[in-house]
T-cell receptor, first 114, second 114 residues
Framework: AQSVTQPDIHITVSEGASLELRCNYS??????LFWYVQSPGQGLQLLLK??????LVQGIKGFEAEFKRSQSSFNLRKPSVHWSDAAEYFC????????????FGSGTRLSIRP | EPEVTQTPSHQVTQMGQEVILRCVPI?????FYWYRQILGQKVEFLVS????????KSEIFDDQFSVERPDGSNFTLKIRSTKLEDSAMYFC????????????FGPGTRLTVL
């Protein structure tokens, strides 16, 4: 079955430090890949997506992600985090098309150390 | 920027009662979805809806669940006889395939079944 793995449940980084959140998926072909962010009590906001083309994608709020087919990974990065980045981050995939159901990873909670 | 809206933000009900969760998708979107997130767990797909019919549903979406687009603007999720395990945050999403090809999520309805 298709799955999304986020190995880090909780990460704490200092404000201004760089960030990398890991995501691996299990599916033979290249799925449609997403990163969503959820602030406490809020809905899910799309940070970025990868469908095809350039494997390094830029998103909102200074985030980027790199698709690596050989590693089945789609890791999220930010060069310098801000206190407002504290939230839950979900990696997600859609199998057949952008209209397909989205399968979410279990999420990584990001805390920011002042 | 257009948003998906959901009402109510919080619904409390007694076990066995019927509930209807309401969503207003973004106006030119044609694909509609319901997802849920039990507290502390990952976001799970429930159902997708296109062209006035269900296009896909998960194992969770049994006979107790139904969806409807009653008036061309609202998209509803009905749970006929709620169970304790239906307590969760329910997210509606909509998409304009061929446009941004992105599922936009609403802020969610927190359903508490007592």
């Amino acid at each position: 079955a298709q799955s999304v793995t986020q190995p880090d449940i909780h990460i704490t980084v200092s404000e201004g430090a760089s960030l990398e959140l890991r995501c691996n998926y299990s599916y033979g072909a290249t799925p449609y890949l997403f990163w969503y962010v959820q602030s406490p009590g809020q809905g899910l906001q799309l940070l970025l997506k990868y469908f095809s083309g350039d494997t390094l994608v830029q998103g909102i709020k200074g985030f980027e992600a790199e698709f690596k087919r050989s590693q089945s990974s789609f890791n999220l990065r930010k060069p310098s985090v801000h206190w407002s980045d504290a939230a839950e981050y979900f990696c997600a995939v859609a199998r057949y098309s952008s209209a397909s159901k989205i399968i979410f990873g279990s999420g990584t909670r990001l805390s920011i150390r002042p | 920027e257009p948003e998906v809206t959901q009402t109510p933000s919080h619904q409390v009900t007694q076990m066995g009662q019927e509930v209807i969760l309401r969503c207003v998708p973004i106006s030119n979107h044609l694909y509609f979805y319901w997802y849920r997130q039990i507290l502390g767990q990952k976001v799970e797909f429930l159902v997708s809806f296109y062209n006035n019919e269900i296009s896909e549903k998960s194992e969770i979406f049994d006979d107790q669940f139904s969806v409807e687009r009653p008036d061309g603007s609202n998209f509803t999720l009905k749970i006929r006889s709620t169970k304790l395990e239906d307590s969760a945050m329910y997210f509606c999403a909509s998409m304009d395939r061929g446009g941004t090809d992105t599922q936009y999520f609403g802020p969610g309805t927190r359903l508490t079944v007592l």
